[in-house]
């Protein structure tokens, strides 16, 4: 079984967020592929399905971003699912709005949801996708920016960079990542 794993933040609040596009991505996902996030086991919010014959589980972690760790192990663990069998979906402060980067490892760097995960899985090798949120304004404040909502003047390529996450997604539960990689690493056409 293939694990597709958005993080962000659980509750309306943080919903539409920077923080929480890798949920956005997991919603989009859900109705694309018509599976339900309807379980509610190890701090996670998940649903199981098919999709082109081969079985995918969608995630969407309850933990809040800085603890993502905690409810993805245990899920993992009890699905016997393995870590190459697994993809993140997170925000990118250092990417551009628009852009994707698709990497089979790396550090957490300055991201919270990022090091739990490390930290849990005992590795930095699995598969992500990486999407921009641009920085904010020099002197603003980080924590502000990613848990403030997209600007309306965003919005139209915000839908593009979901739909497009999503299609890669999509062709990871069926597809090597390498070529996935190739096929959906850099901008999205505005």
């Given amino acids: 079984m293939k694990c597709v794993i958005g993080l962000g933040n659980p509750g309306k609040k943080y919903d539409g967020t ?16 018509g599976i339900e996030l309807s379980n509610k086991k190890f701090k996670c919010h998940f649903g199981v399905g098919y ?25 993992l663990d009890y699905y016997n699912i393995e870590t190459e069998d697994i993809l993140v979906l997170y925000d990118d ?21 990022i090091k739990s995960l490390n930290q849990h899985l005992g590795t930095e090798k699995y598969n992500r996708i990486r999407i921009g949120i641009d920085r904010p304004a020099p002197g603003s404040s980080i924590p ?5 909502k997209f600007p309306k003047a965003e919005h139209k390529l915000l839908d593009k960079v979901i739909q497009r996450s999503g299609a890669a997604s999509a ?9 996935i990689m190739t096929e959906y690493n850099g901008d999205v056409d505005e």
């Avoid at 890798?22 to 859900?30: A, K």
């Avoid at 062709?171 to 070529?179: I, L, N, S």
């Fill in 18 to 33: 920077r923080h929480n596009i890798g949920f956005m991505v997991i919603d989009h996902l859900s109705d694309d592929l």
């Fill in 51 to 75: 999709h082109k014959g081969q079985k995918v589980m969608l995630v969407k972690p309850q933990t809040f971003m800085n603890l993502s760790g905690e409810g993805v192990r245990p899920l």
């Fill in 93 to 113: 402060l250092d990417l551009p709005v628009g852009r994707l980067r698709l990497r089979q490892k790396g550090s957490g760097g300055g991201h919270n949801g």
């Fill in 144 to 148: 502000n920016y990613v848990l403030d």
């Fill in 171 to 179: 062709a990871f539960v069926t597809d090597p990542f390498q070529e």
